[in-house]
């Protein structure tokens, strides 16, 4: 007769176990690629949407009534979410709109994590909590800028995100040398792609787009790194020693690059969010002026709001954005 051979209860119950161990190791770094393979795409779609329909304003300025008294304190604020309902919705489809103080209605979070979970903030109402730097930034004239401390309002799109609007009616279109791009900024939307779901982290489930320029807007959408590069560097450099600001992205990490003017300026309207707010450093963009080293390239610092063209020799630092 044959003998048959097989494995003991406890054996079975071992490797039971190890495989329990592995699984519990190994599964939640591949939900989290999951999820974040799907904010990505799901990021890219909102971001192609909704240039498509700012695309199609003629003006971005205007919407809406906002009126202080003598102390400076709103005493008619209908801005953002008249901007929703007399602007945006004639472009996009729209499934619920929530004025000030109703976000929540629209799935808006009480709070959301900073970016890299570094700190958690109560959710943005109004302009002067997405980023008190944008009320002091200055015409090139040097008079006060045009960003007015509006409520934001809200509104859920067919695909189940849920978004905060801030709206500057009086946003400009004029670029100049050593401005504050705040005045361009006319709309800044802060999303939620699961609505009510967590984990209301920037840079997984919740992120930023922002529409810059009253007339022919530009919509950027930054996805931004959690870490400067690790020393300043100039944007091109002849010192072999020393980085160029595209090479360093790319150095950090293959889907990472420098980003343009206008994805900086985004990053400072949301500076707070992403741990940017208390950088007195200026930062290099892709954009320049001209080519080789003596020409010029846009820089962004993030202590005050301006902007402005400076040498490629120059030594400033690097965020880099995702591709």
């Known amino acids: 007769m044959k003998k048959t051979r097989g494995f003991t209860l406890a054996e079975v119950l071992i490797t039971l176990a190890i495989i329990g161990i592995v699984a519990a190791i190994t599964l939640p770094s591949l939900l989290v690629n999951v999820n974040e393979k799907a904010w990505d795409a799901q990021r890219k779609a909102l971001h192609a949407r909704m240039a498509q329909a700012i ?162 807007p530009v919509v950027v959408a930054p996805v931004p790194y959690d870490k400067d590069y690790a020393s300043t560097v100039p944007h091109y450099s002849e010192n072999k020693e020393t980085i160029d600001a595209p090479t360093a992205c790319k150095n950090m990490a293959e889907n990472l690059r420098l980003p343009d003017k206008d994805e900086l300026t985004s990053l400072f309207v949301n500076a707070p969010l992403i741990n940017l707010s208390e950088s007195k450093s200026r930062y290099w963009s892709s954009t320049t002026v001209s080519s080789g080293n003596s020409g010029m390239a846009w820089y962004q610092a993030f202590v005050n709001g301006d902007r402005g063209k400076r040498p490629r020799s120059e030594l400033y630092l690097v965020r880099c954005v995702k591709k």
């Open 55 to 216: 695309g199609q304003m003629n003006t971005l300025g205007g919407y809406g009534t906002f009126e202080t008294n003598e102390e400076g304190t709103a005493t008619e604020d209908t801005a953002a979410e008249s901007f929703i309902l007399d602007a945006l919705s004639k472009v996009y489809k729209i499934n619920n709109v929530c004025g000030p103080d109703k976000l929540s209605s629209c799935g808006i979070p009480s709070k959301v994590a900073t970016l890299d979970a570094v700190s958690e903030i109560s959710f943005p109402t109004k302009m002067s909590e997405l980023n008190s730097q944008l009320l002091n930034g200055l015409h090139v004239d040097g008079e006060k800028g045009s960003v007015v401390d509006t409520k934001a309002a809200a509104f859920e799109t067919v695909n189940g995100e849920s978004i905060a609007v801030y709206y500057n009616p009086m946003c400009s279109s004029s670029v100049s040398i050593n401005h504050y791009p705040q005045n361009n900024m006319c709309v800044n939307f802060l999303y939620d792609l699961n609505g009510k779901e967590g984990p209301n982290e920037i840079g997984k489930d919740i992120g930023f787009m922002t529409a810059l320029y009253n007339k022919n």
